[in-house]
């Protein structure tokens, strides 16, 4: 069975560009993780989705980000514009309702 | 308050010995789960091991368990025969609301690097 599918997995922009984040669930998951991990804070939770509704995003640190899920099978995280301060390595995850979460490989972003 | 507290900064153990990885919880909540995580230096993040609150016994996978003491709220995974291949970080995290559907989120740890040598 394919895992979580993230896209791309190297991404390196310069401050002010638009960038976009792509991530597959596994199928048949009805939930959806998005986590940015930096040294200095950690594992942080940005936003999650039930069934294509965001559920929660207490996460996002600011406007510039944004999440959708258009469809069950996909799901974006856009950062416009970039910061330098927004470089980090970003994950998505999914799982159903009573199983364990899984991670996709995760997107290393370096904002120049 | 932490819900998730993992205090050892760095733990080193002789490849074939076994090694402890402490995890303290906090919740009122009676239904949870506890699940750890392996991160490699490759960066992904790697399901391991997960015990629900009601479960009677300890969890197990292969050369992990989980040592699950509920009144002193800890879930320590347990590496048997490690390898240089379990060399990583270890995130312990928790779950509130396990098995009730509750719309929770994983609540993550700091983490612990583990060092494995030959």
């Known amino acids: 069975d394919a895992g979580v599918i993230q896209s791309p997995r190297h991404e390196v922009t310069e401050m002010g560009q638009e960038v976009t984040l792509r991530c597959k669930p596994i199928?048949?998951?009805?939930?959806l993780f998005w986590y940015r991990q930096t040294m200095m804070r950690g594992l942080e939770l940005l936003i999650y989705?039930?069934?294509?509704?965001?559920?929660?995003d207490s996460g996002m640190p600011e406007d510039r980000f944004s999440a959708k899920m258009p469809n069950a099978s996909f799901s974006t995280l856009k950062i416009q514009p970039s910061e330098p301060r927004d470089s980090a390595v970003y994950f998505c995850?999914?799982?159903?309702?009573?199983?364990?979460?899984?991670f996709g490989p995760g997107t290393r972003l370096t904002v120049l | 308050a932490q819900k998730i507290t993992q205090t050892q900064p760095g733990m080193f153990v002789q490849e074939k010995e076994a090694v402890t990885l402490d995890c303290t919880y906090d919740t009122s909540d009676p239904s949870y789960g506890l699940f750890w995580y392996k991160q490699p230096s490759s960066g992904e993040m790697i399901f391991l091991i997960y015990q629900g609150s009601y479960d009677q016994q300890n969890a197990t996978e292969g050369r992990y368990s989980l040592n699950f003491q509920k009144a002193r709220k800890s879930a320590n995974l347990v590496i048997s025969a490690s390898q240089l291949g379990d060399s990583a970080m270890y995130f312990c995290a928790m779950r509130e609301g396990w098995g009730t559907g509750a719309n929770s989120k994983l609540t993550f740890g700091k983490g612990i690097t583990l060092s494995v040598r030959p």
């Open positions: 995850a999914s799982r159903t309702r009573e199983d364990t979460q899984y």
């Open positions: 989705f039930n069934n294509n509704v965001p559920i929660d």
């Open positions: 199928s048949g998951h009805d939930y």
